[in-house]
């Protein structure tokens, strides 16, 4: 797939607030040393570590890398039977096989020209059910006009769209015709219980290279990306953009056909679906992000059986209160919350009688609105906390009680969330 990279965050819109995506993947990389060696790296026979260096490890130092050698070697024997390679076709309209390119008027095909269907990216996914449903990322399949899946064995079959959700760039694809003995579920594990210094595996398909393997560790939890802002074919998404709340950070490397693979624990149990990096060159720098399993336990099946996902909808912008806010909006008292920055005319948030900041001549805030503290007694500190609450907590058509505090004072306000418009 395309190289990923994360546009700034302009924090948006109520449920989630950012944008896209693109295709890339996970690959963490552990080296392995290239011919035996001795603790220091001095090749057999080398010279012994000069005086004064290090002793060499104990036998327990060796028993446990051993230990956790053969841990990986588990994990990827029971995981990588569940993960697949997509191979995505697109259409190339105005061809004709006489003559090349056939020239197109009023959006129709030149005479005797047709479309071909010409390979354009590869992305990775894993199986949901015995059904034949595919996780994966909605930028890998967005697009698309033939979608091709290969099994760990080798093995490859059609598929079709089920469903799609660009504002957690996540999609459900269907095998046709695949035996059960290839459809081998994943096993989807808490991404809530995900601990900072965990060790991870991932497991995909980048640069095209099959049933590929690497190790890392979770380097954050709770990061925001942007739900459709990458090199998707159909490029970013026009309009209100959103963001992905909850998101793992691994320092796993993330390159092109990874998106919509695998990361796991070492349980072999999903923890998230990378699907963006970090990244000014498009390929790995050792920042990767990957959507949590929390909500593509929440989104699959809405997409399995409706097609689309809902998600709650507010209907505001807004951004964290630091140091930096506090002087720009004259603030003297320390406050901890969000900014309102903007309310969405016609919003739930607009009918609450939600109060935005206002602005200079150039767009800078330069006077508080109203600063949200907390929703449903739950204190807000940042404005992912905010977002992860509305797609954790909440339905669309519910009733929240948000804590603002306005001109100095504390009220409160009750809001009945919408549904968020599709990216």
């Not at 059609?158 to 459900?172: C, F, Q, R, S």
């Not at 890392?216 to 998707?232: D, E, K, L």
């Amino acid at each position: 797939m395309k190289s990923t990279k994360i546009l700034p965050v302009i924090v948006a819109i109520a449920g989630l607030l950012l944008g896209a995506c693109s295709g890339t993947g996970l690959a963490l990389g552990a080296a392995a040393p290239t011919a035996p060696s001795n603790t220091y790296g001095h090749s057999a026979g080398a010279a012994a570590p000069l005086a004064g260096a290090p002793a060499a490890p104990n036998s327990q130092t060796a028993a446990d890398a051993a230990a956790l050698q053969s841990s990986f070697e588990a994990i990827y024997q029971k995981v990588n039977p569940s993960v697949v390679t997509i191979e995505i076709g697109s259409r190339l309209a105005g061809f004709n096989p006489q003559g090349g390119l056939g020239r197109r008027g009023n959006g129709q095909n030149a005479p005797g020209s047709q479309s071909q269907i010409v390979p354009a990216a590869e992305g990775s996914g894993f199986i949901w059910d015995s059904a034949g449903h595919i996780v994966t990322n909605n930028h890998v399949v967005d697009g698309s006009a033939r979608i091709t899946v290969t099994f760990s064995n080798g093995s490859s079959y059609d598929a079709k769209v089920v469903g799609t959700d660009a504002n957690t760039d996540l999609a459900v694809i269907q095998v046709v015709g695949a035996p059960s003995s290839v459809l081998t579920p994943m096993t989807v594990g808490d991404s809530t219980q995900v601990k900072v210094g965990e060790l991870v595996v991932a497991i995909g398909n980048p640069f095209g290279l099959a049933n590929t393997m690497t190790t890392g560790i979770v380097s954050a939890i709770s990061r925001s990306i942007q739900a459709g802002a990458g090199n998707s074919p159909n490029g970013p998404g026009s309009g209100q953009s959103f963001s992905i709340p909850d998101v793992i950070q691994t320092d796993a490397a993330i390159n092109p056909g990874n998106s919509g693979g695998v990361l796991v624990d070492m349980n072999g149990t999903l923890i998230g679906v990378p699907s963006q990096i970090e990244s000014p060159g498009g390929s790995n720098s050792g920042i990767g992000f990957a959507i949590p399993s929390a909500i593509v336990s929440q989104v699959a099946p809405q997409l399995i059986s409706k097609g689309v996902a809902v998600h709650s909808y507010l209907g505001i912008s807004g951004a964290t209160v630091t140091p930096d806010v506090l002087r720009s909006l004259n603030l003297k008292d320390p406050v901890q919350g969000i900014v309102v920055a903007s309310v969405v005319a016609g919003g739930p948030a607009a009918a609450a009688g939600l109060q935005p900041a206002t602005v200079d001549a150039n767009g800078a805030p330069n006077a508080a609105g109203d600063i949200i503290t907390g929703i449903d007694g739950k204190a807000i500190t940042r404005f992912e906390d905010l977002v992860s609450y509305l797609y954790t907590k909440t339905q669309p058509g519910q009733t929240v009680v948000l804590d603002i505090l306005r001109a100095g004072k504390q009220i409160h306000l009750s809001v009945t969330l919408g549904t968020q418009p599709r990216n």
